[in-house]
């Protein structure tokens, strides 16, 4: 039998853990509201005054063109990958040429966005958290404030305007590479009959696929900069500050994306069937 | 005892606190500061590390928010400027940060044509030219305009700092730490900086500087009047923060043992409570 000292521990414990859930909830709450005026403070600076060319070009050029060749890799290998695993699956029912509508459709709605997404928080998302963290933490952001010059819209709108824009591209370059990657493990690797993997592959999917996928990465690219400005915004001092905010808004930029994901999953197909009927192949 | 009354003369004065104070969490950095800083003056803020003098100079220009208390500048409370008024009065400041806090990513060019770039919408040859002027004016050639900050010596990025503070022609300029890190003779050279920074605006409007340091030398050298703050974590409740607020030459003779451990640099009850052996 339980003592009554053991039944006062056992309260405590569970007053304690319904504290820490509480104090989670209200930590996760308040830094959700303010990542949410950050965002709304981002859209009005852009809605005010426009980036400069200059800063445009280089978030645009750091954010888009340098992430091409990992991209294009990633992606490549996903459509590799995905031949690699589904292959036997398909061969035991004699559907090998039917690889290429599954490999095509995984690529356009799910794994090109999400994976594209994911590589990006990590290379992009990561590298403006640290960037701006050590800005911040070399007091380089209160320097631009000290001048009369807003931080948001000298460092974050450039780079949200360069999340929204590239990585949807980025993500066109991930699916066109799975796509190849794909076709040609099935084709070259598989010896799988060229006709019937491509007339097959362009019959069970439509460009709403590939829409699905762009409309998706639109706003897992926001979701990417506002997070990973806003934590670079937020680090705290020292090397060990700035590389917790780099891990943090990848971490947090990964979970939205997922969220995100199903979300827009739900919302779009929603979308179609409302515009064009359950069914429908647009 | 009670909390020092406002500042009189504050309306008057170019900056001034009223009863200021910041808190972080469960620390309390600044306790119920007043003080004005009349224009022309050149006030040196000084007190041992953690006292809040940096907080206090960023507090200044709204760069950090009192948890209550007000900043004026120019009569007008920054807390209840809008947008566009606080950044038309952060134009009238010059900021040197401790580090100089030069964009790493960006040219010496970039960096000091900034403010005119931003705020004057100045042509990049006429921006250029101010830029060339400011940097003679600390001492720095035109060939350091290509390079990038790493590339400089840290006395020469605190010059660029300062070069850039003057690029607005402020009416205030605020030095977080200006002679910290540097050695002995570009120490003094930047004490004479601020002592020629302070007549640039001539008799009819003349630069108010506010200087936090440790360094007593430059304090002395470069202050009408020196304001000591002492850390509120080793004041009881009812004493004010403001440990000596008067002339600069005069603060040798305080009769405040706190004042004169600090001018004298002695370590004295600290070995104790540092417990060091």
């Known amino acids: 039998m339980a003592s009554p000292n053991s039944a006062t521990h056992s309260g405590l414990g569970l007053t304690n853990g319904v504290a820490w859930v509480g104090g989670a909830v209200i930590d996760a709450t308040a830094s959700f509201g303010a990542m949410s005026i950050?965002?709304?403070?981002?859209?009005?600076?852009?809605v005010r005054r426009w980036p400069s060319r200059p800063l445009l070009v280089a978030s645009l050029y750091q954010i888009g063109v340098r992430s091409v060749p990992v991209i294009c890799l990633t992606g490549g290998f996903i459509g590799m990958v995905l031949a690699v695993q589904s292959y036997y699956q398909f061969r035991t029912f004699g559907m090998e040429s039917r690889l290429g509508v599954m490999i095509n459709l995984s690529m356009y709605r799910e794994l090109g966005p999400v994976l594209a997404a994911t590589m990006l928080a990590g290379r992009v998302g990561s590298a403006i958290a640290a960037e701006l963290g050590t800005m911040k933490v070399t007091e380089q952001i209160d320097a631009l404030a000290s001048?009369?010059?807003?931080?948001?819209?000298?460092?974050?709108?450039?780079?949200?305007?360069?999340?929204?824009?590239?990585?949807?591209?980025?993500?066109?370059?991930?699916?066109?590479?799975?796509?190849?990657?794909?076709?040609?493990?099935?084709?070259?690797?598989?010896g799988v009959d060229p006709y019937f993997y491509l007339q097959n592959a362009q019959q069970g999917t439509s460009s709403w696929d590939i829409v699905y996928g762009v409309i998706?990465?639109?706003?897992?690219?926001?979701?990417?900069?506002?997070?990973?400005?806003?934590?670079?915004?937020h680090s705290s001092a020292g090397a060990e500050g700035v590389g917790r905010a780099a891990t943090i808004s990848f971490v947090q930029s990964f979970v939205t994306i997922l969220v995100l994901d199903l979300f827009l999953s739900i919302g779009l197909d929603r979308l179609h069937d409302a515009l064009w009927g359950q069914g429908a192949v647009v | 005892m009670n909390a020092p009354a406002p500042a009189k003369d504050a309306k008057k004065a170019l900056v001034a606190i009223e009863r200021l104070s910041v808190r972080f969490g469960t620390q309390t950095v600044l306790r119920d500061l007043s003080l004005s800083v009349p224009r022309g003056q050149t006030l040196a803020i000084i007190g041992e590390s953690g006292?809040?003098?940096?907080?206090?100079?960023?507090?200044?220009?709204?760069?950090?928010?009192?948890?209550?208390?007000?900043?004026?500048f120019d009569g007008e409370p920054l807390g209840g400027m809008s947008d566009?008024?606080?950044?038309?009065?952060?134009?009238?400041?010059?900021?040197?940060?401790?580090?100089?806090?030069?964009?790493?990513?960006?040219?010496?060019?970039?960096?000091?044509?900034?403010?005119?770039?931003?705020?004057?919408?100045?042509?990049?040859?006429?921006?250029?030219?101010?830029?060339?002027?400011?940097?003679?004016?600390?001492?720095?050639?035109?060939?350091?305009?290509?390079?990038?900050?790493?590339?400089?010596?840290?006395?020469?990025?605190?010059?660029?700092?300062?070069?850039?503070?003057?690029?607005?022609?402020?009416?205030?300029?605020?030095?977080?730490?200006?002679?910290?890190?540097?050695?002995?003779?570009?120490?003094?050279?930047?004490?004479?900086?601020?002592?020629?920074?302070?007549?640039?605006?001539?008799?009819?409007?003349?630069?108010?500087?506010?200087?936090?340091?440790?360094?007593?030398?430059?304090?002395?050298?470069?202050?009408?009047?020196?304001?000591?703050?002492?850390?509120?974590?080793?004041?009881?409740?009812?004493?004010p923060q403001i440990v000596y607020d008067g002339p600069a030459n005069k603060i040798?003779?305080?009769?405040?043992?706190?004042?004169?451990?600090?001018?004298?640099?002695?370590?004295?009850?600290?070995?104790?409570?540092?417990?060091?052996a």
């Not at chain 1, 950050?38 to 852009?46: A, D, E, I, P």
């Not at chain 1, 974050?156 to 929204?164: D, I, S």
């Not at chain 2, 006292?51 to 004026?72: M, N």
Request: net charge positive; with cysteine; glycine share 6%.
């Open chain 1, 38 to 46: 950050f965002f709304v403070q981002t859209l009005s600076w852009l």
């Open chain 1, 147 to 190: 001048m009369g010059a807003s931080p948001i819209q000298h460092l974050v709108a450039p780079r949200f305007l360069a999340c929204l824009t590239m990585i949807p591209l980025l993500t066109i370059a991930a699916v066109a590479m799975g796509v190849l990657g794909g076709a040609f493990y099935c084709i070259y690797v598989f």
């Open chain 1, 216 to 233: 998706k990465s639109f706003f897992f690219g926001g979701a990417i900069a506002i997070i990973s400005c806003y934590r670079g915004f």
């Open chain 2, 51 to 72: 006292c809040g003098k940096t907080v206090l100079l960023k507090s200044l220009i709204g760069l950090i928010q009192p948890t209550s208390g007000r900043v004026l």
């Open chain 2, 84 to 239: 566009r008024q606080l950044t038309a009065a952060r134009t009238r400041y010059g900021f040197v940060f401790q580090q100089a806090a030069l964009f790493d990513s960006s040219t010496i060019e970039e960096n000091v044509t900034f403010p005119v770039l931003e705020h004057r919408r100045a042509k990049p040859a006429e921006a250029r030219r101010m830029a060339v002027d400011r940097l003679r004016q600390v001492g720095l050639p035109e060939s350091v305009l290509t390079k990038k900050p790493a590339e400089l010596s840290g006395g020469m990025r605190k010059r660029v700092g300062l070069a850039r503070a003057l690029m607005m022609d402020p009416d205030v300029l605020l030095y977080d730490e200006p002679t910290t890190g540097l050695d002995p003779i570009m120490s003094d050279v930047v004490n004479e900086l601020i002592l020629r920074t302070t007549e640039l605006g001539g008799d009819d409007n003349p630069v108010t500087s506010i200087v936090v340091t440790h360094d007593m030398h430059s304090a002395v050298k470069v202050a009408d009047r020196i304001v000591m703050l002492y850390p509120v974590a080793r004041l009881k409740p009812d004493e």
């Open chain 2, 252 to 276: 040798e003779k305080s009769s405040d043992p706190r004042v004169t451990q600090f001018v004298h640099g002695e370590a004295r009850d600290r070995l104790e409570e540092l417990q060091i």
